[in-house]
């Protein structure tokens, strides 16, 4: 039976993609939704920073990257066996024409982080006044930034049974060796920063909600949202709750479902139906994670 982890995360962050300026405008990443406008972190975004930190504080190697005269890709000689970034996120090799070209897909898949908060038209006004006036005869340069503090939820699902497997090279390495992979990854994900216009922003869960499943479903993506009252912060619990009723293959979502929260950050997780030992905090939620992959990887 196929055995996937499935994560949906919320953090709370501010300012954290940017698109295309206009004029002396920097403007936000954003989506409409049910008639608001919404920021977000593009799914190649999260994908930088996770595999950033996995190099930086982990020192998982980096992929080397070559050109096949038309595009930049991984290099052909490449493989997962070396390079944990390409077992997990996939390539494409295009060393020849048509059937010539490697393709792996991703095993580890990554929604967009979307506000769970409308942005409401916040404007930063700037200028570059601490430089112009250490001369005469400099003018200020004027600049206005799109920000948004908000809660954030993302997705992430994984295929646990094509970790370390690449049929394109016939290879299939040891389980300590893909189990080591998975755990770096979930590390990254609960110590997950962005540097971003001079700023240092904290990605880490407030809330993370998974398993790992027989069903590649990402169960709780869409599902997540916030209610705003004057002193506290509640998550809207009926729709997880329904989730965790369903079954699959006739086991509960519930029965393979923990819940991850930081201390004093939602008001109501109480109504959540889970047990309360399936109830932890975020760092016992990914020892718990990783207590369950030993005996899968």
């Known amino acids: 039976m196929a055995n996937f982890l499935s994560l949906t995360v919320i953090f709370q962050a501010g300012n954290l993609n940017y698109g295309e300026s206009s004029a002396n405008i920097t403007g936000l990443k954003r989506l409409s939704f049910k008639g608001r406008s919404y ?3 593009s799914r190649q975004a999260l994908r930088y920073d996770i595999v950033r930190v996995m190099n930086e504080q982990f020192q ?45 897909k991703a095993i580890v898949r990554l929604s967009d982080a979307i506000s769970l908060e409308p942005w409401n038209n916040d404007m930063d006004y700037g200028n570059n006044m601490g430089l112009s006036v250490r001369r005469e005869n400099l003018d200020n340069m004027i600049f206005q930034t799109e920000i948004h503090k908000s809660f954030y939820t993302y997705t992430l699902t994984v295929d646990l049974d094509k970790v370390g497997i690449d049929q ?9 060796e893909k189990r080591q992979r998975i755990f770096i990854l979930l590390d990254s994900i609960k110590m997950l920063y962005r540097d971003i216009k001079g700023r240092r922003e904290d990605l880490s869960p407030v809330f993370v909600i998974g398993g790992i499943y027989n069903s590649g479903n990402p ?10 009252g004057r002193d506290s ?26 819940l991850g929260a930081l201390s004093g950050t939602f008001a109501n997780l109480s109504e959540i139906k889970l047990d309360d030992a399936r109830k932890l905090n975020i760092e016992k939620f990914f020892t718990k994670i990783k207590g369950e992959l030993n005996n899968i990887l």
């Open 39 to 41: 920021s977000y972190i």
């Open 60 to 104: 998982m190697p980096l992929t080397p990257v070559g050109s096949d005269g038309r595009v930049v890709q991984f290099e052909a000689n490449a493989t997962i066996k070396d390079y944990p970034e390409i077992d997990l996120f996939g390539y494409m090799k295009t060393s020849g024409e048509g059937s010539r070209g490697k393709i792996r």
């Open 168 to 176: 394109n090279d016939n290879l299939n390495l040891p389980n300590d």
């Open 219 to 228: 169960f709780f993506y869409n599902k997540i949202e916030l209610i705003f």
């Open 233 to 258: 912060i509640k998550l809207k619990s009926d729709p997880i709750n329904e989730i965790l009723e369903r079954k699959f293959n006739e086991k509960y979502i519930k029965d393979s479902t923990y």
